[in-house]
């Protein structure tokens, strides 16, 4: 790391971090011992903790997902897909652990990215430890930094986007990076459009990581038909699938590998044409390119330009970047010739070197592909989107739309087919939905690129066409013909005759037209057509508005993302009843939901949006927009020569990335001045007026640790988990933070300016309203800086309320506190007197004491709710595991082999098979929830009370297999875990023996026979 350690800023883990992550930017093999630590049969909570700190794992897996783009398997792209989901959501410490993911994943992107500049990988390093800490405020400050809208956790959002391009088509990104594109941005419905043909290997790979990611994915393949001389296109989306393996075998099926093999065809047609545009470039356009820009571009080969291609599919756009790419070094040589020759560069050719930079800096694909490769740049080559004549002409290219519709109905299974509107009138809509005879089943309504460059009046009108069709009325039908007859008779086109001809047909014909979409409607899409590429568009994804939380919202209306489009979005609400792990849960929660007032809380609460039925439509006030952030301004940061300098950003970081014990530091401090000062003021005894802010942050740190220990585990918990290791300090820190400024509000203003001198409240006249009034006070306090640090409002609303059960407590305190003082010879007055002094600690001590018990049981429980996930996750690779082992040996008691370890070893290695290393790891990940997770015994004793014999048999007999040390050893050091396998090896080694003891007994008290141990 080139960054100066700085004593004051960035922590030790942060640049042990980059330290690790460095090398992996220049060498292999690091990163390929590191890759063991994703094997599917390491839990992410597992023993593989002890190996590499989350924030190593979740580094190491983005950055393969990014260097993939760099030509790995799509098979290696999944695996790491697969172990960035399941590092980034098992998250345990945050109330935001969809959207604290996202930012993982963006920040840690960012991080592998910026190689060349150590200061801002610390920073992004530092960020991304705020963030996995799960605090609200900075998982939302991080979101909006990255152009993120925050999305709902329960993950019901409407966003959406049915049309964007990968790799294999005219994108940028893998299908894998694109799913996980997509996933970061909050889209959970998307659209991949291929051109003429799917390739079964990229909608393999495309299919599994929408798998992977929960992403429901449709795929289409975009064909042109003939129409009135040119081409339209028809998105085939085939449907009707059980599962991803089912497509896949569609594609091979004989109707499908016809028709891909034309589309091939198509494709390579195409092909032939953007070579020849390629060659019209280096004839027409580059000599005339180097002249303005001063510069000696040699003509670009086509060998060269198929290699830029790879896997894609040849486009007007992948020739725009291959210029632009083949364009750059050049451009960034001239920069630095023309340094210093400002007078004799204007004195030469007249152009300063700003002007000549200036235009090397709007060179980017954008212009070169209007400038240079438009049809009307290149008048002597055919146009792409006419019809072409010739025998040359492949079979797919002379189909007319019902021609084209016929060959979609010969493959097998159903169909959608959506027809992309863009450049198309509305008169040409209807009349190729007339001609479709209802087999068109949506049409892309609005498309963001096409808005960007035509605005949204063309597609208004179409979105009326369809609108008018599905109600089904056939005066408001023949009036909206009758107005697009009479805009195509005062219209210029050369057919306008003809196409006047064809809608006074349909106007005779309406019954039949509307007869096409009686029993289903013609459908709506909404897509970007984004491919990655451009840096001024908005890039993929919509989202409905409505669907989001409020903060969402806000940010969409500051940012002016609202499109012009509408829809109605529908809520649906579900209550699912809440069970429970104990009978007496189990009764509670039925009593509950037969109590009228309340039966909600007997039920969880789980709500779905879906849209309205023809709502769709495109209106100058939407409420959809687009997820994407502001285009920006797209050049290629060229600097002019003689105004060359690099903005230094200082060798300074800034406060936010002070190290953390000194931020916890500054913030208990910070909290100490106000409480220290009131106290110091309003106190004559020495005792409160010195002692009285420590004593207050006393109370404050010991509920923050009995929460936490109580959460964790209690006095019962794992030997290996000290009561300092359940204790967030930052969260520590955080509550001496603000309960310092709770002093001079509770004991300053409400005791003594608003009970005691104003109304005359004290302890001896209302000790009852006097604490009411400053509890009621302190959880108004509470829940404000609850929301202000972006806690639910769930919680901050429970904080109000348990200061109300704190009340009663505080009076009995007061109570004992007079009655001890009394019985001691002091009198009631002076007694009083003292407890009036003290009044706010009781208030103070009561409210934390209720703090710590509430808080800590909700912690307890999710904790216990993370143990079960956990605990199930492991059942279900142990059951798989077990199937295996039933199909290898049917005739064998498979819970019987497993009394017997080294024997079962042995056969499955005559078998060629890493099924026992399989249940090695499981069983260490099984070890260590028991040692190291919070409330790991608790939920493994409850879920083996819970299951029958034979899983209980199952569960506790597998941990045999960890009595072969000498075996286990060399797996660890054969790269189990990667590299650093000393503190995962040394943690079973030294608890291996009261682990099975454990196990052991507790296999006698669950009464399952067969010892654990020899």
């Known amino acids: 790391m080139e960054?100066?350690?700085?004593?004051?800023?960035?922590?030790?883990?942060?640049?042990?971090?980059l330290d690790v992550l460095d090398p992996l930017l220049s060498g292999e093999k690091?990163?390929?011992?590191?890759?063991?630590?994703?094997?599917?049969?390491?839990?992410?909570?597992?023993?593989?903790?002890?190996?590499?700190?989350?924030?190593?794992?979740?580094?190491?897996?983005?950055?393969?997902?990014?260097?993939?783009?760099?030509?790995?398997?799509?098979?290696e792209r999944l695996r790491t897909l697969r172990a960035v989901r399941a590092e980034v959501l098992h998250s345990d410490s945050t109330s935001m652990c969809m959207n604290t993911a996202r930012v993982l994943l963006q920040t840690m992107k960012e991080l592998v990215r910026c190689q060349d500049d150590p200061l801002r990988q610390l920073e992004l390093a530092n960020d991304f430890k705020a963030a996995a800490a799960g605090r609200p405020r900075f998982v939302r400050w991080a979101l909006s930094r990255h152009h993120l809208l925050e999305m709902p956790e329960e993950w019901n959002q409407m966003a959406f986007d049915f049309h964007v391009h990968d790799a294999n088509s005219k994108g940028r990104k893998t299908p894998t990076h694109l799913i996980m594109d997509a996933w970061i941005k909050g889209i959970r419905h998307l659209g991949v459009i291929y051109y003429n043909h799917f390739t079964r290997n990229a909608v393999s790979e495309l299919l599994e990581a929408a798998n992977i990611m929960d992403v429901h994915l449709r795929t289409g393949v975009e064909l042109p038909a003939l129409y009135r001389g040119r081409y339209v296109h028809l998105i085939w989306a085939p449907r009707g699938f059980h599962s991803n393996e089912d497509f896949v075998a569609f594609l091979e099926e004989p109707g499908t590998r016809k028709l891909m093999e034309q589309g091939r065809d198509v494709s390579r047609?195409?092909?032939?044409?953007?070579?020849?545009?390629?060659?019209?470039?280096?004839?027409?356009?580059?000599?005339?390119?180097?002249?303005?820009?001063?510069?000696?571009l040699p003509p670009l080969e086509e060998s060269a330009f198929r290699a830029f291609v790879g896997a894609g599919q040849t486009s007007r756009l992948h020739l725009a970047e291959f210029i632009h790419a083949s364009l750059l070094p050049h451009l960034e040589r001239r920069v630095a010739e023309l340094q210093g020759k400002g007078a004799e560069a204007v004195a030469t050719t007249g152009i300063s070197p700003e002007e000549r930079v200036d235009a090397m800096n709007r060179m980017v694909p954008e212009t070169i592909a209007e400038r240079f490769l438009s049809t009307q740049a290149n008048p002597q080559l055919p146009?792409?989107?006419?019809?072409?004549?010739?025998?040359?002409?492949?079979?797919?290219?002379?189909?007319?739309?019902?021609?084209?519709?016929?060959?979609?109905?010969?493959?097998?299974?159903?169909?959608r087919t959506i027809l992309n509107a863009s450049g198309l009138e509305p008169e040409e809509v209807l009349e190729i939905l007339y001609l479709a005879e209802g087999r068109i089943t949506h049409i892309e309504i609005f498309n963001l690129k096409d808005w960007a460059d035509e605005g949204v009046e063309r597609q208004e009108q179409i979105c009326r066409v369809r609108r008018v069709i599905n109600r089904g009325n056939i005066l408001e039908t023949k009036r909206l013909c009758l107005a697009l007859l009479e805009r195509v008779e005062a219209s210029e086109h050369p057919d306008r005759e003809d196409r006047a001809h064809a809608i006074k047909k349909i106007i005779r014909d309406i019954p039949r037209l509307i007869g096409f979409y009686r029993e289903g409607h013609l459908k709506s899409r909404l897509g970007s057509d984004s491919t990655g590429r451009s840096r001024n568009s908005l890039g993929m994804g919509l989202v409905a508005v409505s669907t989001l939380p409020w903060r969402a919202r806000k940010q969409v209306r500051r940012e002016g993302r609202l499109l012009p489009v509408h829809t109605v979005a529908c809520r649906r609400v579900l209550s699912v009843p809440k069970g429970g792990t104990g009978a007496l849960t189990r009764l509670g929660f039925h009593l509950l939901r037969h109590t009228p007032v309340l039966r909600p809380l007997g039920y969880h609460r789980r709500v779905e949006w879906f849209p309205r039925e023809n709502a769709t439509h495109v209106a100058p006030r939407g409420n959809i927009a687009a997820l994407g952030g502001h285009p920006e301004e797209s050049d290629n940061g060229l600097v002019s020569c003689t105004a060359l300098h690099v903005a230094n950003r200082g060798d300074t970081p800034s406060l936010r990335?002070?190290?953390?014990?000194?931020?916890?530091?500054l913030k208990v401090v910070i909290g100490l001045v106000p409480a220290f000062l009131t106290f110091l003021t309003t106190k004559d005894w020495w005792l409160l007026a010195y002692l009285g802010a420590p004593i207050w942050f006393g109370i404050t740190g010991l509920r923050n640790i009995v929460q936490s220990v109580l959460g964790g585990g209690g006095l019962v918990r794992s030997p290996l988990l000290k009561w300092r290791d359940f204790v967030s300090w930052s969260r520590v820190a955080d509550s001496l933070l603000f309960t310092g400024f709770s002093v001079p509000l509770l004991d300053l203003l409400v005791k003594q300016q608003l009970l005691s001198n104003h109304m005359g409240i004290t302890t001896a006249t209302n000790p009852l309203l006097l604490y009411t009034v400053m509890a009621l006070a302190n959880g108004v306090y509470i829940s404000s800086h609850n929301l202000f640090r972006g806690l639910p409002t769930a919680a901050a609303a429970g904080n109000f309320f348990?200061?109300?059960?704190?009340?009663?407590?505080?009076?009995?305190?007061?109570?004992?506190?007079?009655?001890?003082?009394?019985?001691?010879?002091?009198?009631?007055?002076?007694?009083?007197?003292?407890?009036q002094l003290w009044a706010t600690v009781i208030s103070k001590l009561a409210s934390d004491m209720v703090a710590g018990v509430i808080e800590g049981l909700a912690d307890r429980s999710r904790n216990m709710t993370m143990r079960a996930v956990d605990y199930q996750e492991k059942?279900?690779?142990?059951?798989?595991?077990?199937?295996?082992?039933?199909v290898i040996f049917p005739e064998n008691d498979v819970l019987e082999m497993l009394q017997r370890p080294d024997d079962l070893a042995r056969s499955l290695e005559s078998h060629g098979n890493d099924l026992f290393q399989r249940l090695t790891t499981n069983a260490l990940d099984l070890m260590y929830f028991w040692f190291h997770q919070p409330r790991g015994r608790d939920m493994f004793r409850e879920i083996l009370e819970k299951a029958s014999v034979e899983e209980r048999k199952m569960v506790l007999r597998v941990q045999r297999v960890l009595l072969r040390k000498r075996a286990i050893s060399g797996m660890f050091l054969d790269g189990l875990v990667g590299k650093r396998f000393d503190r995962a090896l040394a943690f079973y080694l030294g608890r291996i023996d009261s682990y099975l003891a454990a196990m052991e007994k507790l296999e006698s008290k669950l009464g399952v026979r067969g010892g654990t141990t020899s």
Do not use: C, W
Not at 37 to 47: D, E, M, S
Not at 271 to 278: K, T
Not at 821 to 835: F, H, K, Y
């Open 3 to 17: 960054f100066h350690r700085h004593p004051l800023y960035f922590d030790t883990d942060e640049f042990d971090l």
């Open 30 to 75: 690091q990163k390929k011992q590191l890759r063991r630590l994703f094997a599917p049969t390491l839990h992410p909570r597992g023993i593989k903790e002890l190996a590499a700190p989350r924030s190593l794992r979740i580094a190491v897996a983005v950055f393969d997902l990014i260097r993939s783009l760099e030509g790995e398997s799509a098979e």
């Open 269 to 296: 047609f195409r092909e032939r044409q953007y070579y020849a545009l390629l060659r019209s470039f280096n004839e027409r356009h580059l000599p005339g390119l180097n002249a303005e820009l001063g510069i000696s």
């Open 383 to 415: 146009d792409p989107a006419l019809q072409v004549h010739g025998d040359h002409v492949p079979e797919l290219l002379r189909l007319d739309i019902p021609a084209l519709l016929d060959r979609f109905e010969g493959a097998p299974r159903g169909n």
């Open 657 to 665: 990335h002070l190290r953390t014990p000194i931020k916890n530091i």
């Open 802 to 835: 348990r200061t109300v059960l704190s009340i009663p407590i505080a009076i009995g305190f007061n109570a004992a506190l007079l009655h001890l003082a009394m019985s001691r010879g002091i009198t009631e007055a002076v007694a009083d007197a003292q407890l």
């Open 875 to 886: 059942l279900h690779r142990l059951n798989e595991v077990f199937g295996e082992l039933s």
